[in-house]
């Protein structure tokens, strides 16, 4: 899954995308490296963002979803409007990081149009979900909460067969806790749905390699976090750099032998 953010502040390619000629080209480019999906996202959701208007994020995806008609699109919103627009352009999976506790009209709209959807687990909200990310054990505590909004989703109509599950990587974690999320994804594949995996320039990546005020990581270290995680069962990855995931995925898989 290639991101392409049309937002001015995103964590890592904010502003790189803003005009949608740019996030147009990059979305092609991005499945002509080999990516299976594009995900277009109108809104940052990194550490202490506050969130945009409806109108604000409308104006930003619409150009660039006219510009991908035809290409397999996935649309990164928590808002109902958002997706519905979205879906009617042609996306067809919905890339929720409130797991539908965000907009209430949001798994209804993805209930009747039949699309694909995206849960992810987050502690807190952006705004202040790291300042203090605490668990017991977080990969179960990860697993009860998507198998609970797997429920919800399911007794809202979405169809089961549809549905991804995401841990959440940086939403409401310590760099301990992502890298244990990717160490234990047995205990997310166990819930028996596709599992993704965006650990792509995340700043536990940067923090880890020794700077602890890190924003973003560099891109040998999210190449090593996908692979880690495919390993581990990870069947979709998001991430900002293609080429060489692509490259390094389907070296990876042609060792594991599927
Ligand atoms: N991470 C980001 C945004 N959306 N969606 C899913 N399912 N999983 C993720 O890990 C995920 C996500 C944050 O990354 P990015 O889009 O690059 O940054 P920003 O939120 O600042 O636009």
């Known amino acids: 899954m290639g991101v392409v953010n049309v937002t001015p502040d995103s964590f890592s390619d904010g502003g790189v995308h803003l005009q949608p000629a740019a996030a147009v080209a990059a979305g092609w480019r991005m499945l002509d490296e080999g990516a299976a999906i594009v995900d277009v996202g109108g809104e940052s959701t990194r550490p202490g963002s506050e969130g945009v208007p409806l109108d604000e994020e409308l104006r930003r995806i619409v150009p660039v979803l006219e510009g991908l008609r035809g290409a397999p699109v996935s649309i990164d919103t928590a808002k109902a409007e958002v997706a519905r627009c979205a879906l009617e352009l042609g996306a067809e999976l919905v ?13 209804g709209v993805v209930a009747e149009s039949g699309a694909y959807l995206c849960l992810m687990h987050m502690q807190g909200e952006p705004r202040t979900m790291q300042r203090a990310p605490q668990y017991d054990d977080v990969a179960t505590e990860v697993a009860a909460f998507l198998e609970q909004r797997l429920r919800f989703a399911v007794d809202a109509g979405i169809a089961e067969e549809r549905i991804c599950l995401d841990p959440g990587i940086g939403f409401g974690k310590t760099v301990g806790h992502n890298f244990e999320l990717v160490r234990r994804l047995d205990v997310l594949t166990a819930l028996g749905r596709p599992v993704l995996v965006g650990f792509s320039r995340k700043s536990a990546l940067g923090r880890i390699l020794g700077d602890p005020t ?10 090593a976090a996908a692979v880690a995680a495919y390993e581990r069962g990870a069947t979709i990855l998001r991430v900002h750099d293609v080429r060489p995931h692509v490259e390094a995925l389907t070296v990876a898989a042609a060792v594991v032998g599927t």
């Open 214 to 223: 890190a924003k973003t990581g560099p891109l040998a270290a999210s190449v």
């Open 95 to 107: 890339n929720d990081v409130t797991a539908l506790r965000g907009d209430p009209e949001l798994a």
